[in-house]
């Protein structure tokens, strides 16, 4: 029995969650400059990834990357947060699929049903085809100088058969008594 898309994008998102909230020594590796909050919790009231459009009130980190300093005057910024946008893109996708009312799999099954019938319908349509073609070649197809061979044939037969009734209508028994 296959997994349904629900169950499989549910655990993908428990997955993907689970990443962004990795830690390194002491600190979150996607939280942004704080490193000490994890930075992604779904269950935040606030987060609703099913109304379609970015909603990144899952992420509980800093706004700002981490820097290390490489001389006593710079420093390098590096990272990227849970907030960025391909996270959580990758979030609400994944949202949306484990909420589904309907799972793909019954689409697909409607849709190969449905398939099915139009096929029967079209393999219906060209077996009528071909026996409306039949017909109108048996028709189309008359050879002239047959057919009007026995035409006459039939033509003097029946003249043949007038002449005989002509000749029987005159004939009476009471002659022959």
């Not at 019938?117 to 047959?146: C, G, H, K, R």
């Amino acid at each position: 029995m296959p997994i349904p898309v629900q169950a499989t994008a549910t655990s993908a998102l428990e997955d993907i969650a689970s990443l962004l909230n990795t830690k390194y020594t002491d600190n979150y590796v996607f939280s942004g400059n704080t490193g000490q909050t994890a930075p992604v919790d779904l269950s935040d009231t606030d987060h609703d990834p099913t109304t379609g459009s970015a909603d990144t009130d899952y992420y509980q980190g800093s706004g700002t990357l981490s820097t290390v300093m490489v001389d006593s005057d710079s420093g390098k910024t590096y990272g990227v947060t849970a907030g960025n946008t391909a996270f959580e893109q990758t979030l609400r996708a994944l949202s949306m699929l484990s909420t589904m009312t309907t799972d793909l799999g019954t689409i697909q099954e409607t849709l190969s049903r449905q398939t099915d019938a139009l096929d029967t319908v079209i393999d219906n349509q060209t077996e009528f085809q071909l026996y409306a073609n039949e017909a109108l070649e048996s028709l189309t197809s008359v050879d002239v100088a047959e057919a009007s061979a026995i035409v006459s044939q039939q033509e003097v037969l029946l003249q043949a058969s007038f002449a005989t009734l002509s000749s029987l209508k005159s004939i009476s028994v009471l002659d022959y008594l």
